[in-house]
């Protein structure tokens, strides 16, 4: 197997920004969903609720070389903004899904450009100062493992062989009702960190881990897919898939499931191009 792609996401639930390399930290690759979006009362605000987020760019020196701040955030009909990272100023309490973290907010200019491009009063930009403090679901994880505002896992990692052998159960799962044919989904739905070119349907499925590089990662558990993956990335609508089609063929009790998750035991970098062997 081999790297096909990395994404980052230095915004949670931003446009993907795919890169040629990226440094992995125990927490994950460096700049990726470490800056968040919450409303008034600190709660998470993704894509799920508030699809106008897949419309904003996010990027750092990593993802452009031409950014100089900690964060440049770019959406239509708007000014480019650049963000300073928030070295300042008291930590104020998040949360995201059932746990609540520490987080400092940006400028309030940031919060109010963030508004702007998502039709919304109420939110405000915050920043992970120390990923090191978001504990991992100790069943899935050891004593230590941590990430900065990933859904659960610091890395995601998806196959071009799972993606081909969905988009077949979607075709064959349409006709057998009667329906037209649809397209194939694009990988993008998914937002894995990492695509790799494994031709094997699921082989991630086994897998105890991976070396990429040197970089050694622990397949923590399958990814538990929900309604972000239904929505379209360009016209933002909603459908049913692949949602219908994996609850046909990838469902864990209540949960569907597409790629998996890893969590990082050495650090290192990586890059597209790389051979990956897993154990």
């Given at each position: 197997?081999?790297?096909?792609?990395?994404?980052?996401?230095?915004?949670?639930?931003?446009?993907?920004?795919?890169?040629?390399?990226?440094?992995?930290?125990?927490?994950?690759?460096?700049?990726?969903?470490?800056?968040?979006?919450?409303?008034?009362?600190?709660?998470?605000?993704?894509?799920?609720?508030?699809?106008?987020?897949?419309?904003?760019t996010s990027d750092t020196a990593r993802t452009d070389p031409q950014v100089t701040s900690a964060l440049r955030l770019r959406a239509p009909g708007l000014p480019p903004l650049e963000?300073?990272?928030?070295?300042?100023?008291?930590?104020?309490?998040?949360q995201l899904f059932s746990q609540r973290l520490g987080a400092l907010p940006a400028a309030a200019e940031a919060h109010e450009w963030v508004g702007r491009a998502i039709g919304r009063e109420d939110v405000r930009l915050v920043w992970c100062p120390d990923p090191s403090a978001r504990r991992l679901d100790p069943a899935h994880a050891r004593a230590g493992d941590h990430t900065a505002f990933a859904d659960g896992y610091p890395v995601t990692v998806a196959t071009t062989g799972s993606l081909r052998q969905l988009n077949e159960?979607?075709?064959?799962?349409?006709?057998?009702?009667?329906?037209?044919?649809?397209?194939?989904?694009?990988?993008?739905?998914?937002?894995?960190?990492l695509v790799l070119d494994c031709d094997e349907p699921f082989a991630e499925d086994?897998?105890?881990?991976?070396?990429?590089?040197?970089?050694?990662?622990?397949n923590a558990k399958p990814n538990e897919r929900c309604v972000m993956t239904t929505i379209d990335l360009s016209s933002l609508d909603t459908?049913?898939?692949?949602?219908?089609?994996?609850?046909?063929?990838?469902?864990?009790?209540?949960?569907?499931?597409?790629?998996?998750?890893?969590?990082?035991?050495?650090t290192g970098e990586i890059r597209v191009g790389d051979e990956v062997l897993a154990h």
């Open positions: 197997m081999k790297i096909l792609a990395i994404n980052l996401h230095p915004l949670k639930s931003s446009a993907i920004r795919p890169v040629e390399a990226a440094q992995v930290q125990l927490r994950g690759l460096v700049d990726d969903r470490s800056w968040m979006v919450v409303d008034g009362d600190g709660a998470a605000v993704t894509a799920r609720e508030v699809h106008a987020l897949f419309r904003i963000v300073d990272e928030p070295v300042d100023g008291d930590r104020v309490e998040v159960w979607m075709v064959s799962d349409a006709l057998e009702r009667g329906d037209e044919a649809p397209d194939p989904l694009p990988m993008q739905r998914f937002r894995p960190n086994r897998w105890a881990g991976l070396t990429i590089g040197g970089v050694r990662m622990r459908g049913k898939e692949p949602i219908r089609t994996l609850a046909r063929y990838r469902r864990s009790g209540s949960k569907t499931l597409f790629a998996t998750n890893l969590i990082p035991d050495s």
